[in-house]
């Protein structure tokens, strides 16, 4: 009976009196609130969905000063002049006098037969033609890429053994110089295979996620069997090795590589 009436007095002096009711909210927080609570600091729940490295960078914030971005006007014309070095290494040349007298140049490869100037003309043209097309590819893909988001670069992939990598954290495709000067054949081929690994990061959320298996068809063992078993990858986990055949498997598949970055990304 004694706790009724006291409620009821409780409750009417908090209708008619507003500076009692907040006095009295104070003093029952601090009964029934622990207290220390204030001086604790509250975890601040993690936004990120599941394999999400990093919110998407600005392109300009993604690179060092000393790192190229390949996709600029300026930056293909550095790489193209890299990898001139390559493809002109074992390339035929036809070098033309003043006076109109041809001389015919080439380094032939250990085994080479010698050429004749007819197989000599022949065999510029078509690594020309070879080079031209190659070039074409490789900024079709570059294309493809920057309408994904991504940023190509020529950079240090900070991976030992590794010639590019793959960084979903910051949005980048890194090419070391040295695969550059390899020629275009050599840059196409570590393109197409890092270009998979961003429609992986497609597939799992979006270019600044994890790469996860496209769950696509796999070339035959043999084609990456060896790079597959090398020290890179001996104790990575079974869904990377996955991830990494699929992107050895379509290396040389320029026009398969362009169509999954279409589709996941």
């Known amino acids: 009976m004694l706790r009724t009436i006291g409620v009821k007095s409780l409750i009417f002096k908090l209708r008619s009196n507003k500076k009692f009711y907040i006095l009295t909210a104070v003093a029952l927080t601090s009964w029934v609130v622990p207290k220390d609570i204030l001086k604790r600091t509250l975890p601040i729940p993690n936004l990120k969905r599941d394999g999400e490295l990093n919110k998407i960078i600005p392109e300009d914030k993604r690179l060092k000063s000393t790192e ?5 006007n300026y930056g293909f ?4 002049s890299l990898m001139n070095k390559g493809d002109h290494e074992f390339e035929a040349r036809i070098i033309i006098d003043n006076l109109g007298s041809k001389k015919y140049r080439y380094k032939a490869k ?3 037969a010698p050429k004749t100037k007819k ?3 022949e065999s510029a043209e ?6 031209n097309g190659t070039r074409e590819q490789i900024k079709n893909l570059l294309r493809a ?5 991504v940023t190509v670069a020529i950079a240090d992939p900070g991976k030992t053994g590794a010639a590019a990598v ?9 090419i070391e110089k040295y695969k550059m000067e390899q020629g275009s054949m050599a840059v196409l081929r570590v393109l197409n295979h890092e270009a998979i690994h961003v ?3 497609c597939k799992n959320g979006g270019i600044n996620f994890k790469p996860i298996p496209l769950g696509i068809k796999l070339s035959p063992e043999q084609i990456y069997n060896k790079q597959i078993n090398s020290k890179i990858y001996r104790n990575v986990p079974l869904q990377i090795k996955i991830a990494e055949k699929e992107a050895y498997s379509y290396e040389y598949s320029n026009l398969s590589v362009i169509h999954f970055l279409n589709k996941y990304c």
């Open 77 to 80: 014309k550095m790489a193209s």
């Open 110 to 112: 250990k085994g080479d």
């Open 145 to 149: 890429l920057r309408d994904a988001g």
């Open 119 to 121: 197989q000599i003309e």
């Open 199 to 201: 429609a992986q990061s």
């Open 68 to 72: 190229v971005n390949i996709a600029t």
């Open 126 to 131: 078509k690594n020309k033609m070879k080079v």
């Open 166 to 174: 793959w960084q979903p954290g910051l949005q980048t495709i890194k």
